[in-house]
């Protein structure tokens, strides 16, 4: 077992990295050793313990994936508690966001941030980040309201380590407070599902204020002692030089960028680059076809690992296993250090093959959202967390998703899974992308619709047919909009009521 099943804090997984072994790569930049990273934490994070900041304080941070972006929020998890946010968002959204976590100090670049800086309360304390050429990041007090040091020394295991929000997709963003010995326990079950050591490479494909990157990406390469590689943008021109150039074993995405590199390879733009040193290809955040599972194995030559986590699970709950291991297309895999079971409206726990909602347990699970009791009334039975998603588990214990409980479509009292509409028309062959939703309906109360992303041509009425031969009748989509893109949350996941609400109102 690594060395990682002790660590209890993010201070404590840099531990595990030989001193001179790189830690994190900069395409075109500078790399940083694990001596060098955990100096830098260290001295960034007594540096924000002189400005004041308290275990537990808020230290929000607005930067772009990059280097400094992950030292900046390692300091900030060890002085106090690191609320990332994404870069992109609109003044009206950083408002919120800032307000509602309470940040004490907003951490940006140089330039870059205005939205974010144009609506910081009053009494906030900015810190610009910058990194050097030789991979030095400091940070610079653009202005202080006079706070003290503080002397109550690094976080702990029970203390918060980073503040982050559910999507909002169906409500409104509830506060999720993931502790160190959660993100730990989470770390721990990544390495251990995929053998990582200090060999492997990681390439970073995901935004560093989400679960998924900082989680599955950073945290659980540099606690095996391993190297993460940090383009500051995701080209996929670029992205199969750099995996080859800097040596990658592995990476983790959503299916958004597998789609868009199984696209590329199939338009005749793949190169054969030698990508020997790949491993697996992990896919997670939202629902991977197997049609595109198969062929990005066929196209890319290493096996694809479908995985399940969420932001309350401090990412991973699930995942199918390396080779040997029986990967299932259309499943999310076995649990992964997490106890899995399926959960009937009344609480009662359900037997195999029976279809309910998905609900877990374990040491990486959050035990409440923050100052919100009715969502934690709803949340949790009988001390599991219930996910919100639909699944069924079969007699080897892997899971299947049927899709979010609140975007099931209940036609007539039948229940339709969207994610059964979606696997469909993506096996068509000009469909790229596709996605279904409800829509209402006055007999039937609601029906099937979907938006398609098409990559060769077909019309509705063709797209129509194809579904009769694949569903029931019940199940068919009656109208099938054709766009140019479909609108996806900042990581990748598909909002079906945005979808619906947006083409039903242009209809």
Known sequence: ??????????????????????????????????????????????????????????????????????VTFLASATAGTAAPLNSTYKADE????LEDTRAKVVITPPQGAEAALSVMPKGVLHVMARMDDNGEVSFTVAHT???????????????????????????????????????????????????????????????????HGLVATVLATLASGGTVVVPTRINPLHFWPLVQE???????????????????????????????????????????????????????????????????????????????????????????????????DAGNLLRTRQQGEVVIKGPNVIKGYEDNPAANASSFTNGWFRTGDEGILDANA?????????????????????????????????????????????????????AVVLSGQATEQELVKHCREHLADFKVPRTIYIVQQIPRTATGKVQRRAVSELLTKKA
Not at 184 to 191: D, Q
Request: aromatic content about 6%.
């Open 1 to 70: 077992m690594l060395q990682t099943t002790l660590a209890t804090t993010l201070l404590d997984l840099l531990e595990k990295g030989a001193a001179t072994q790189t830690a994190i790569q900069v395409p075109d930049g500078p790399a940083i050793t694990y001596a060098s990273l955990r100096r830098q934490v260290q001295a960034l994070a007594e540096q924000l313990k002189t400005l004041g900041v308290k275990r537990g304080d808020r230290v929000a941070s607005v930067m772009p994936n990059s280097a400094e972006c992950i």
């Open 94 to 97: 950083f408002a919120f966001y």
């Open 145 to 211: 309201n006079g706070t003290g040091k503080v002397t109550d020394g690094f976080a702990q295991a029970g203390d918060v380590a980073l503040v982050l929000h559910t999507s909002g997709t169906t409500s409104r963003p509830k506060r999720v407070p993931l502790l160190h010995r959660n993100v730990t326990a989470s770390v721990g079950n990544i390495i251990q599902t995929y053998k990582l050591t200090p060999e492997d490479v990681s390439f970073c494909a995901m935004p560093l204020f989400h679960v």
């Open 398 to 450: 892997y899971l299947s998703l049927v899709g979010r409980i609140k975007e099931l479509i209940n036609r007539s009292g039948e229940k339709i899974s969207p994610v059964e509409i979606d696997e469909v028309l993506l096996k068509h062959h000009a469909v790229a992308e596709a996605v279904a939703f409800s829509v209402p309906n006055a007999t039937h109360g609601e029906e099937a619709a979907a």
């Open 246 to 344: 800097h040596r990658v074993t592995w990476f983790t995405a959503v299916p958004t960028l597998h789609n868009t590199l199984v696209a590329r390879a199939r338009g005749g733009h793949q190169e054969p680059y030698h990508l020997e040193r790949l491993r697996f290809i992990r896919s997670c955040s939202a629902p991977l076809s197997p049609a595109t599972m198969k062929e990005m194995e066929e196209r890319f030559g290493a096996p694809v690992l479908e995985a399940y986590g969420m932001t309350e699970a401090s990412h991973q709950m699930a995942s199918n296993p390396l080779p040997p291991g029986a990967r299932l297309p259309g499943s999310v895999g076995v649990g992964t250090g997490v106890d899995i079971a399926i959960m009937d």
